[in-house]
């Protein structure tokens, strides 16, 4: 995940490691390099342009000149900024409100399904709760079947209706059933599309109305880049969702999704999926996963 990345920020900031000190023409070098890795791993370039800037301004400072050390001073500083585009601090999700209902959201293939049941596994084992899994997607009898499947293989129940074709009826029927069996969170793998589609997001939003979840989970495909992007954009404007799910990450992902979401709609990473196994999710930690990038 992000070598390329990784790799092309390393080499930027190697030229400085030369120089005695930092100075506005090996800074500019630099940063232009800077941009041009961002921009080749899919960042917008008007997002890479405003990072750059901000990192230009940052190494142009008065502590920074001063510096012995101009590599290890532009490796921080492109730390710190990358740490800040991808939000900064973690969030959590909010507990606050007992059952908890999770709404999952996406296009088909995102790999709603699968995080659907990670996301069981995770606070069943590590919140000590007792999360009840819906199938709410009508469309694809299959996607039912994959949940009951993930929902054995994690040991959490999993409410479906396969006669019932509404969705929002499903959902209705699903938490009175987790309220008399004790299940503290609701985790709701609803339909997805092959694209962004009315019916779909009209769909969504009517059981966002009627059941006024606490968190509303939008799944995303971290290999798609700009699209994943463009997409999350389009699902935020109409459902207005709490936190974004960036999957596939173990794949070759050149990491333009995970740099630019949060810049664009303005709502937090929450979960990493890093794999098919039903343990490979991690919480979402915009500082680490800044130094991973620059090793
Ligand atoms: P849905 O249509 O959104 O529910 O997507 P699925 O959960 O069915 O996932 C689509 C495909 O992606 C399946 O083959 C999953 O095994 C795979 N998948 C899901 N999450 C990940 C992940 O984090 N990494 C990898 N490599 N594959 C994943």
Do not use: C, W
Not at 240 to 246: E, H, N, P, R, S
């Amino acid at each position: 995940m992000f070598e390329n990345l990784s790799e092309r920020l390393d080499s930027a900031i190697k030229q400085l490691k030369g120089e005695g000190r930092i100075n506005e023409i090996n800074i500019a070098t630099t940063v232009k390099e800077i941009r041009r890795a961002l921009v080749d791993a899919d960042v917008n370039y008007k997002i890479a342009k405003e990072f750059t800037d901000k990192v230009k301004e940052k190494a142009t400072g008065e502590k920074v000149i001063t510096s012995v050390s101009p590599g290890q001073l532009m490796v921080k500083i492109v730390k710190d900024e990358l740490a800040e585009l991808m939000g900064g601090k973690e969030v959590e999700l909010d507990f606050s409100t007992k059952p908890t209902i999770i709404l999952i959201a996406g296009l088909q293939g995102s790999g709603k399904t699968t995080f659907s049941g990670k996301l069981a596994n995770f606070l069943k084992n590590k919140k000590s709760l007792r999360p009840l899994l819906v199938a709410a997607d009508i469309y694809r009898p299959a996607a039912m079947d994959q949940l009951q499947v993930l929902g054995e293989q994690v040991k959490v129940p999993v409410f479906a209706e396969p006669e019932n074709k509404n969705a929002v009826s499903i959902v209705q029927n699903a938490i009175a059933h987790a309220k008399a069996n004790g299940n503290n969170v609701i985790i709701i793998d609803t339909a997805g599309r092959l694209a962004v589609d009315e019916v779909m997001m009209r769909e969504v939003a009517d059981i966002k109305a009627a059941i006024n979840p606490q968190e509303i989970l939008f799944v995303v495909d971290s290999m798609t880049g700009q699209d994943a992007v463009n997409t999350a954009k389009a699902f935020n404007d109409r459902l207005d969702f709490t936190g974004v799910v960036l999957t596939k990450l173990d794949g070759d992902t050149r990491g333009g999704a995970a740099l630019s979401i949060r810049y664009v709609v303005d709502k937090p990473i929450k979960f990493v999926s890093m794999g098919e196994k039903l343990d490979t999710l991690d919480v979402f930690y915009p500082e680490r996963m800044a130094q991973r990038i620059l090793g």
